[in-house]
């Protein structure tokens, strides 16, 4: 029989019926390893819980129970998990069209999404690429600067995430991931140091920005430097926020040299840090920007966006498209991403985002006050990490925040690890999350943090 939802279902605090994982998703883990590759879901008795159903922040799992999530689904459910407003949209556009020829006969609404996208970029005149996922805007983006540039070196950042494909993957610094493709990965990228003001000190920005003017000038294998690629704040490195200034200097350090500068807004746009794109609280403006995640509104959605300009590297078609692929400017997903950027323009989101996220660190804060091991809560808007090391070295505390998280889950909240070696406690809830939820999640969060941290050794050690 289908379960009905209580009207309040999305506002909840979390309902735990069975310990979780319980038996029907213990099932669904025996299931799954028959039938997916088994690199893909980590299974263990512990974890995961498979998701039966959500609404706003809540998540229920198979098992029944309810969970508030501040994972925002991987960042993607920014208005909430199915936002009634949204799946309307997508009722509406499938009972019409469900799929279009996107660079032949496009979809209408590839149109209209276009043209929404254009009215929110910093720029007056903007073009954009659309894919499905956000490794496909960054390889757009990556194609865009070597055309535009003619200069195939890139410049990337040490703990830099920006996809799997193998164009993402080669500016992505994370060694597990890189290490096995390695002979494939194009070999003319460089990292430099990211500037985090925790470990580096008043220096951050400085050192950052020397290293990257070196490599500006000495290049890549050499190869002259097209394009610098940078999350405005780094995400699975671990809600890095680097000083104010620095991505001022940065843009003014690139161009200065002739190259692009690509904002990978994957996960920091949208509203999520407080504002719609993460460079404008910055007050700088990249060349490019890469979209993602909760643009869709809970479907694949992806984009490319420069000025008409850079933009143009790009030749016209003439029957044959140099960059396409089958789903690009799929209407279910324009559709869904039209209604979402409705709510992002007209609704309260992007505010909501900004005056709680200040709350949610000043509550965690406060919260955490007492626990050496904290070694930061930072963030901007819902964005927030919560840095977990020893106190006496600053070294990680490593697997600290993934062993919170699976508490957590047994409380009913979903969070996510992030940083090097886990030792980050990632927080990126729907921007509809209430404060009595983020308030209630900030008590009980502190008190599994503390009984975690004592017996976790840094990663030093």
């Known amino acids: 029989?289908?379960?009905?939802?209580?009207?309040?279902?999305?506002?909840?605090?979390?309902?735990?019926?069975?310990?979780?994982?319980?038996?029907?998703?213990?099932?669904?883990?025996?299931?799954?390893?028959?039938?997916?590759?088994?690199?893909?879901?980590?299974?263990?008795?512990?974890?995961?819980?498979?998701?039966?159903?959500?609404?706003?922040?809540?998540?229920?799992?198979?098992?029944?129970?309810?969970?508030?999530?501040?994972?925002?689904?991987?960042?993607?459910?920014?208005?909430?998990?199915?936002?009634?407003?949204?799946?309307?949209?997508?009722?509406?556009?499938?009972?019409?069209?469900?799929?279009?020829?996107?660079?032949?006969?496009?979809?209408?609404?590839?149109?209209?999404?276009?043209?929404?996208?254009?009215?929110?970029?910093?720029?007056?005149?903007?073009?954009?690429?659309?894919?499905?996922?956000?490794?496909?805007?960054?390889?757009?983006?990556?194609?865009?600067?070597?055309?535009?540039?003619?200069?195939?070196?890139?410049?990337?950042?040490e703990g830099a995430y920006h996809g799997l494909t193998l164009g993402s993957l080669a500016v992505t610094e994370r060694e597990d991931f890189r290490e096995p493709f390695r002979e494939r990965l194009y070999p003319g990228v460089r990292f430099v140091p990211f500037p985090e003001p925790l470990r580096m000190g008043s220096g951050a920005s400085s050192r950052s920005l020397d290293a990257v003017a070196e490599v500006m000038e000495e290049g890549a294998g050499g190869e002259g430097i097209g394009a610098v690629i940078v999350e405005p704040i780094q995400g699975r490195a671990g809600?890095?926020?680097?000083?104010?200034?620095?991505?001022?200097?940065?843009?003014?350090?690139?161009?200065?040299?002739?190259?692009?500068?690509?904002?990978?807004?994957?996960?920091?746009?949208?509203?999520?840090?407080?504002?719609?794109?993460?460079?404008?609280?910055?007050?700088?403006v990249p060349d490019l920007i890469c979209l993602g995640k909760g643009l869709g509104g809970g479907l694949p959605l992806s984009a490319c966006v420069g000025p008409r300009e850079v933009m143009e590297a790009w030749p016209p078609s003439v029957g044959e498209a140099i960059h396409t692929s089958t789903f690009l400017g799929h209407p279910l997903a324009c559709a869904a991403g039209l209604s979402l950027l409705a709510e992002m323009e007209s609704g309260d989101l992007v505010t909501r985002s900004r005056e709680l996220g200040l709350e949610l660190v000043r509550w965690l804060r406060d919260e955490l006050a007492g626990v050496p091991e904290v070694a930061e809560v930072r963030g901007r808007g819902l964005f927030v990490g919560v840095e977990l090391a020893d106190p006496g070295t600053m070294e990680p505390l490593a697997g600290a925040a993934s062993v919170v998280a699976g508490r957590a889950l047994g409380r009913g909240i979903l969070v996510l690890p992030a940083g090097r070696v886990g030792h980050v406690l990632e927080l990126s809830p729907p921007l509809v999350i209430t404060r009595e939820q983020l308030q209630w999640a900030t008590v009980e969060l502190g008190g599994i943090i503390r009984e975690t941290v004592r017996g976790v050794p840094s990663s030093g050690h």
């Open 1 to 157: 029989m289908e379960r009905k939802d209580p009207a309040e279902f999305g506002s909840l605090l979390p309902t735990i019926l069975v310990p979780p994982p319980g038996p029907r998703s213990l099932e669904m883990s025996r299931r799954l390893a028959r039938v997916e590759s088994r690199n893909v879901t980590h299974l263990t008795p512990a974890f995961p819980v498979f998701w039966d159903s959500a609404c706003g922040t809540n998540v229920r799992d198979v098992d029944g129970n309810v969970f508030l999530d501040l994972t925002g689904a991987f960042g993607v459910s920014v208005a909430g998990h199915r936002n009634p407003l949204i799946t309307q949209e997508i009722r509406d556009q499938a009972e019409r069209l469900v799929h279009g020829m996107g660079d032949v006969h496009p979809p209408a609404k590839k149109v209209e999404l276009l043209e929404a996208l254009a009215r929110i970029v910093p720029w007056a005149d903007s073009r954009a690429i659309l894919g499905s996922s956000g490794s496909e805007a960054v390889e757009a983006a990556l194609k865009t600067a070597l055309l535009a540039t003619r200069r195939p070196g890139i410049v990337a950042f």
């Open 239 to 284: 809600v890095r926020v680097p000083p104010k200034g620095y991505l001022r200097d940065l843009a003014s350090l690139v161009r200065g040299a002739g190259a692009l500068l690509i904002f990978d807004e994957i996960f920091t746009g949208l509203g999520r840090t407080g504002s719609m794109f993460a460079c404008l609280q910055e007050d700088v």
